[in-house]
C-alpha cells in the first residue's frame, strides 16, 4: 500500500475512472484470465486484448490498458461462477459502452479526452468513479483496496505485493455473465479468489495435457498426468476422429507378435497390441510406432496419430522416398529470361539515351555554331544548355534523398559530393578511388553500343560503374568471340561435334539391329544389312577420327595448369565415351552373324558381307598354308634322305611358323574352319 | 692336310632370300638357273613356295649362303609370301619384261616390302627374259629409272640363256651387311657343334 495516493501526474486532465460493466454482451464468453502484462498502448487497446475478444475501442484514441493476462485462455474453460465478482475493467473513458461485459481482462483505458463524467448510466453508486480535478491528472485505483495508484506499473506491482497474488494466482477478472457490472470490492474477499484460483490452476494443468491431446493423441500424454477434471476437457476439445476398430484381429488362445520373425509370446509383460493400421497383434517392441490414421484406419495425413506395428509405419506413403527430385529447369530458364530481358531493356534504354544525347549534341553545335559568340560566352551557353539538356532526357534522381553512394556505399559529404550519373540518373559519387563514375566521351560510348565512330570529339559525360559495366560486357563480348579458341578448345569443339554425331546415329544403328533380328522378311534384310554395314564403316570413322582427334589433344603441350586439367578431363570423357558406345560396334559382327545363323538355310548365297569375305579368305589361306605344310614336310624328308643336313634347318623354322599361323587362323575360323 | 689347314677357312655367312613377282614370269627358272645352272621350257607353275640354297663366293676369306625361297606368283599363294619376305635380308622382285603388267605387280610388291619387310632388307628389281628382245613391253631405261628412284639394285637377265644370273646374287651378295651377319650367326654358332665343318681326314687316305 505504498502507492502514491492523489498524487497528479503530468498535464491537468480530468480524467474518470470507472468500473464498468458493459450492458451489452457480444460473446458469452466464459474465459478466464489473469492480469499478466500491464500494456500501455497509444491510440488502440492491447493487442493480446485485440487477439482475444476482438474489442476494440475507435472512440479512445488513447488508451491505457491494464490487462493481466494468463498466456493460455481456453474457451472450454467453464467460468467459475463463484469467482469473485470483479470489475471487469477500470476505465476512465468517456465512451459509452466501454469494456465489453465478458471481457476477462481488466483494463484501464485512460482516455486523454478532457471534461468527461462517467457516464452517469453506466456508473451507479456502487461505482468508484473519480473524477478529478485536474484533467490531466491520471488515477488509478486497486480494485481490491481502492488504493489510488500512480501509474499502471505500480498497480500491477501493488496487487503482487499488498494483496499477496503473484502472476499466475492473482485473478482479478470478472466474468461477464455477472452483468450488473458493478464493481464490487466488497464482494471479493481475498479466500474467495484464492479458492476460484485454485479451480483454475487446475485447469490450467489440464489445458497442458489437453493441448498435445488435441494435437497427436499420443496415448501417454493420458497417463497418471490427468485426474477426473480432464473430462470437462476432452468434452469440451475438438471431436477426435474415431479409427475404426473393426478389422481388429480377434485375441486367440496363444497369440504371437505377427511381426516378421519376433515369435513371441504375446502377453502381458511382452504386451497384447493391436496395430491401429493393420489390425494385427504385436508385442510392444513392435507397435511402438505411430502413424496418422482416420477413421477408416487408413493413412491420412490429417487423421490422428495412432499406434502401430513397423511394418505398417515403414509402409507408409513417403517412408521409402529418401529424396524427391525437382526439375528446377524450367523455373530457372524462365528467372533466366526474365532477368536477361530486363538487362536487355536497361541496355536498350541505356542505347537510346546515348543516342539522344548525342542528337542534342549536335543541334547544340549547330545553335552554337550559327550565333558567333565569344569563346568564353560560348562555353559557358554551351554548359548550361548541355546541363539542363541532360536532366530533361535523363530523370535524374532527387539527391537529397540520398546519403550514400549506391555502388561503394560512402556517405556523401563535404568532399565527397554527389553526382548524377548521366546515363541512368542515380545519385553517384565520383571517388577517384572507387572510380564509381567516370567520365567518358560521348564518342566512346558511341563505339560501345556499335554506332560508326564519328571523327570530331563529342562532349564527355559522367558515367556510373553500373552503367559502363552493361556497355561494355556488349563489347567485351564481342571482342571475346571473335578471338580464336586455344588450340585445345578448337580440337574440344571438333571432337565434340564428332561425339555428337556418333550419338545421332548410334540409337540410328541400334534400331536397324533391332529391325534385324525382329523382322522376319528377308528381302528386306537384304538392304538393312547393306545399310548396317555402311552405318557401321561410317561410324567407325568417326570414332577413329574421334580418337586421333584425342590423341592429338593429348599430344599437345601445354602451360598452366587448369589447361593440364582440362587435358586429364578430356582424355578420361574420351575414355569412357569409346568404351561406352564402342560396344554396339564391337557386338555387331556376333549379332549379325547371329542373324545370318538364324536365316542360314536361305541366306547363305545372298549374304554378301565383309564378314563371309573375310571367312572366305581365312579358309583359302588355311588351305595355302596347308598345303605348304605339306610341302615343307616333304623337302625335310627330301633333304634328310639327300643328307643336305643344313638345309633342314631353315625349313624346319619355317615349319614351327607355319604351324603357328595354322594355328591363328584355325582359332579364328573356329566353326567356319574345315 | 697340311695343306688344308694352312688355307684360311673360309666364313659362311648365311642369307635369307625372297623371290617375288607375278606368275609366270620365271622366278623359279632364274633360281634354278643359279643354283643348278639348268632351264627347263615347260617348268610347272610353283606350288606354294620352294626352298633352295646356293652359296657364293663373296670373297677369299667370305663365302655366302643364300637360302633362297622361291614363291608361287599365283593370286592364290599371296598369303604365303608375308611369312617368307618378313624376316628377308634380301628380295628379288621379278617382272617379264615381256608383259607390262608384271611390272605394275612389281611395283606393288616393292611397296607392299618396303612397308612390311625388314628395314635394311636389299631389293632387287630384276626383268626377266631379256633374251625375247623382239617382244620387249618394258622399256630397259623406264624400269631403271624407277628403281634408281626407289633405291634398288637393277637388272636385266635371261634365265633361258643364263645372262646376268651370276651377277645378280653377286650384287646383292656385295650389298648384304657381311660383317654384322657374321657376327650374329657367330654368336649364334658359339654354343653349337658345328656338324657342316669340312672333313679333316685326308680325301687320298681313305681307305673305304
Not at chain 1, 551 to 556: A, N
Request: contains cysteine.
Amino acid at each position: 500500500m505504498s502507492a502514491l495516493k492523489g498524487r497528479t501526474l503530468g498535464a491537468p486532465r480530468e480524467i474518470t475512472i470507472s468500473e464498468s460493466k458493459s450492458p451489452n454482451l457480444p460473446h458469452q464468453n466464459n474465459g478466464i484470465s489473469k492480469i499478466k502484462y500491464l500494456d500501455i498502448t497509444n491510440g488502440s487497446t492491447s493487442p493480446s486484448l485485440d487477439d482475444q475478444k476482438g474489442i476494440t475501442q475507435p472512440e479512445t484514441p488513447t488508451s491505457i490498458t491494464l490487462s493481466r493476462l494468463d498466456g493460455l485462455e481456453d474457451k472450454s474453460v467453464p467460468p467459475p461462477m463463484s469467482a469473485p465478482q470483479l470489475t471487469s475493467g477500470f476505465r476512465m473513458n468517456n465512451s459509452r459502452n466501454v469494456i465489453d461485459g465478458d471481457d476477462k481482462i481488466d483494463a484501464i483505458d485512460v482516455s486523454p479526452n478532457l471534461q468527461y463524467v462517467a457516464d452517469e448510466e453506466n456508473t451507479n453508486g456502487s461505482n468508484k468513479s473519480l473524477r478529478l480535478e485536474n484533467s490531466l491528472q491520471t488515477r488509478i485505483e486497486c480494485p481490491i483496496c481502492q488504493e489510488l495508484m500512480v501509474s499502471l506499473l505500480q498497480l500491477n506491482r501493488h496487487l503482487d505485493d499488498a494483496h499477496n497474488l503473484d502472476g499466475d494466482s492473482l485473478q482479478i477478472s470478472t466474468p461477464s455473465r455477472s452483468s450488473s457490472g458493478i464493481f464490487s470490492s466488497q464482494l471479493s474477499p481475498n479466500d474467495e479468489i484464492r479458492n476460484w484460483l485454485k479451480k483454475t490452476n487446475e485447469v490450467k494443468t489440464k489445458i497442458q495435457t489437453v493441448l498435445p491431446k488435441q494435437f497427436g493423441k499420443f496415448e501417454l500424454f493420458n497417463d497418471g498426468r490427468t485426474n477426473g477434471s480432464t473430462e470437462t476437457m476432452s468434452t469440451e476439445s475438438v471431436p477426435e476422429i474415431e479409427v475404426t476398430r473393426k478389422h481388429w484381429q480377434r485375441p486367440a488362445g496363444r497369440n504371437i507378435c505377427s511381426f516378421k520373425g519376433c515369435k513371441k509370446q504375446l502377453n502381458l509383460k511382452n504386451g497384447l497390441v493391436h496395430c491401429r493400421k493393420c489390425g494385427k497383434l504385436n508385442c510392444h517392441e513392435h507397435t511402438n510406432f505411430y502413424v496418422r490414421l482416420n477413421s477408416d484406419a487408413d493413412y491420412d495425413s490429417e487423421g490422428t496419430w495412432c499406434r502401430c506395428c513397423q511394418d505398417c509405419f515403414q509402409n507408409k506413403p513417403g517412408y521409402k522416398d529418401i529424396a524427391t527430385i525437382r526439375d528446377l529447369t524450367s523455373d530457372f530458364l524462365s528467372k533466366r529470361q526474365y532477368s536477361n530481358s530486363v538487362k536487355q531493356i536497361y541496355e536498350n534504354k541505356l542505347e537510346q539515351r546515348i543516342t539522344n544525347l548525342e542528337n542534342f549534341d549536335e543541334q547544340l553545335k549547330k545553335s552554337v555554331q550559327r550565333n558567333a559568340i565569344t569563346v568564353n560566352l560560348l562555353k559557358f551557353k554551351w554548359n548550361s544548355q548541355r546541363y539542363s539538356i541532360e536532366r530533361q532526357l535523363v530523370p535524374w534522381e532527387d539527391e537529397k534523398e540520398v546519403q550514400n553512394c549506391f555502388l561503394c556505399m560512402q556517405m556523401f559529404n563535404l568532399i565527397l559530393r554527389k553526382h548524377h550519373c548521366r546515363l541512368c540518373g542515380r545519385v553517384v559519387c565520383s571517388s577517384t578511388e572507387t572510380e564509381c563514375a567516370k567520365d567518358y566521351l560521348l564518342s566512346e560510348l558511341r563505339s560501345l553500343i556499335g554506332h560508326p565512330p564519328k571523327l570530331e570529339d563529342g562532349y564527355s559525360i559522367l558515367v556510373c560503374k553500373n552503367c559502363t559495366s552493361v556497355l561494355f560486357q556488349k563489347k567485351f563480348l564481342k571482342m571475346e568471340s571473335n578471338v580464336p579458341l586455344p588450340e585445345i578448345f578448337s580440337k574440344f569443339e571438333l571432337q565434340y561435334s564428332l561425339k555428337s554425331a556418333i550419338l545421332n546415329l548410334l540409337p540410328i544403328l541400334q534400331e536397324m539391329i533391332d529391325s534385324l533380328q525382329s523382322d522376319e522378311n528377308l528381302d528386306n534384310h537384304k538392304n538393312t544389312i547393306k545399310d548396317v554395314s555402311k552405318l557401321r564403316k561410317k561410324l567407325v570413322e568417326y570414332f577413329s577420327s574421334y580418337d586421333e582427334l584425342t590423341r592429338q589433344i593429348l599430344s599437345l603441350n601445354l602451360t598452366t595448369e587448369e589447361e593440364k586439367k582440362i587435358q586429364l578431363a578430356i582424355k578420361k570423357e574420351s575414355l569412357i565415351f569409346i568404351q561406352n558406345n564402342m560396344s554396339l560396334l564391337k557386338s555387331l559382327p556376333r549379332i549379325l552373324k547371329k542373324i545370318e545363323e538364324r536365316n542360314a538355310p536361305q541366306q547363305k548365297p545372298t549374304i554378301s558381307l565383309a564378314a563371309v569375305h573375310e571367312i572366305k579368305r581365312s579358309r583359302e589361306e588355311l588351305m595355302v598354308l596347308n598345303e605348304q605344310k605339306f610341302l615343307i614336310a616333304e623337302m625335310i624328308e627330301n633333304c634328310k634322305k639327300q643328307r643336305k643336313f643344313d638345309e633342314i634347318q631353315p625349313l624346319n623354322d619355317n615349319l614351327t611358323e607355319i604351324n603357328e599361323n595354322i594355328g591363328v587362323l584355325q582359332e579364328k575360323l573356329g566353326n567356319e574352319g574345315f | 692336310m697340311s695343306q688344308e689347314s694352312s688355307r684360311p677357312q673360309p666364313r659362311l655367312v648365311q642369307f635369307k632370300l625372297v623371290l617375288l613377282g607375278e606368275s609366270a614370269v620365271g622366278k623359279s627358272s632364274i633360281v634354278h638357273r643359279f643354283v643348278k645352272d639348268s632351264f627347263d621350257d615347260y617348268r610347272e607353275s610353283t606350288i606354294g613356295a620352294a626352298f633352295l640354297t646356293q652359296t657364293i663366293e663373296l670373297n677369299p676369306e667370305i663365302t655366302i649362303k643364300f637360302e633362297i625361297w622361291d614363291t608361287a606368283g599365283q593370286e592364290r599363294y599371296k598369303s604365303l609370301a608375308p611369312m617368307y619376305y618378313r624376316n628377308s635380308n634380301a628380295a628379288v622382285v621379278v617382272y617379264d619384261i615381256t608383259q607390262e603388267s608384271s611390272l605394275e605387280r612389281a611395283k606393288i610388291w616393292i611397296k607392299e616390302l618396303q612397308r612390311q619387310a625388314s628395314q635394311d632388307i636389299v631389293i632387287a628389281l630384276v626383268g626377266n627374259k631379256a633374251d625375247l628382245e623382239e617382244e620387249r613391253q618394258v622399256d630397259n631405261e623406264h624400269a631403271k629409272l624407277l628403281a634408281e628412284e626407289e633405291g634398288l639394285l637393277f637388272f636385266e637377265v635371261s634365265a633361258k640363256s643364263g645372262d646376268g644370273i651370276k651377277t645378280i646374287f653377286q650384287n646383292i651378295a656385295e650389298k648384304l651387311p657381311v660383317e654384322a651377319q657374321l657376327n650374329k650367326s657367330q654368336q649364334k654358332l658359339a654354343n653349337k657343334v658345328n656338324l657342316q665343318r669340312p672333313s679333316t681326314n685326308n680325301q687320298a687316305s681313305c681307305c673305304v
